[in-house]
């Protein structure tokens, strides 16, 4: 290959890296509002049924009683 055909290559293979990069850039730049609030409302539903299933009867005790083994052991 001549000298001028590698340039003209090499110009063309640069310059289509540098155009992916910055349309991918831009595509990625960042969450929109409505992807936080999706976020928000996922992390409140979550916290909402660990309130629930650790405030629950049976699990309340259990907690209760595995305080009360660790105060009441010997050190």
Not at 13 to 23: N, Y
Not at 33 to 55: D, H, N, Q, R, W
Not at 56 to 72: F, M, R, W
């Amino acid at each position: 290959m001549s000298r001028l055909v590698r340039a003209r290559l090499r110009a063309l293979v640069c310059g289509a890296r540098a155009a992916w990069r910055r349309a991918t850039a831009r595509r990625d730049a960042g969450m929109v509002t409505s992807e936080y609030a999706m976020g928000i409302v996922a992390a409140v539903a979550f916290a909402v049924v660990l309130y629930k299933v650790v405030t629950s009867g049976a699990v309340s005790a259990e907690l209760q009683g595995i305080v009360k083994k660790a105060l009441d052991a010997r050190m």
